[in-house]
């Protein structure tokens, strides 16, 4: 009998296979015959939705999100083997990744700046002026709500705005620890894991804030 433990999950899902879960998920749709979403489409979704232009950060960043939602729900499965354990945790992946595709659907283009983004109206005057004030208005909204919480929240939400060349200088030099704290803060390091599972509960306090 093999259980599914803390450590076992965390190698499968993110230390193992080219960035983890997400990484065997991308290589096995260039060899499956009944894909439910095009590789290139993927790779689309996950750069956008995890604001990169690097596809192993993405892959990264989508593995460590999987783990966030699901490791409570599988540490602790028993199977016979190791190898079925593996195939549960990959499927549990693809139904898991399916969902959050349906429910982020919308985010989709938040990688665009918020002065290239317009909204239209149906109240537009004959000028055709697109109101993009409110986006402004909206962005203004969450950097008053990031910024009302703790130092963290307002790191990672500037964080989630910078450019790759800013977010690398809060990086180690190996990649294997990040500097939580704005410019004008000390900050302190964090491993790498734990890094990713403030700023994806960061980002799950946002949405949760702003979707009610």
Request: charged residues 30%.
């Amino acid at each position: 009998m093999f259980i599914i433990t803390e450590d076992w999950f965390y190698q499968q899902c993110l230390l193992d296979y080219n960035t983890g879960m997400a990484g065997k998920y991308h290589h096995n749709l260039l060899r499956s015959k009944r894909k439910r979403q095009p590789q290139w489409s993927f790779e689309k979704d996950i750069k956008n939705y995890w604001v990169t232009d690097d596809l192993s950060v993405a892959l990264y960043e989508c593995s460590s999100q999987f783990v966030c939602d699901r490791m409570e729900n599988l540490v602790g499965s028993e199977f016979l083997t190791a190898e079925d354990a593996h195939d549960y945790c990959f499927a549990a992946f693809t139904y898991w990744w399916s969902n959050h595709r349906e429910r982020t659907c919308e985010l989709k283009n938040k990688k665009y700046s918020v002065e290239e983004m317009t909204i239209g109206s149906d109240n537009n005057n004959n000028d055709g002026v697109y109101m993009r004030t409110e986006w402004k208005d909206l962005l203004n909204k969450i950097e008053e709500f990031a910024h009302a919480g703790s130092a963290d929240d307002a790191f990672f939400f500037e964080y989630l705005l910078m450019t790759d060349e800013e977010k690398n200088s809060y990086w180690s030099q190996d990649k294997q620890q990040v500097r939580i704290g704005n410019k004008n803060v000390k900050g302190r390091w964090v491993k790498r894991q734990t890094f990713y599972n403030h700023l994806n509960k960061f980002k799950r306090k946002l949405a949760s804030a702003f979707n009610n």
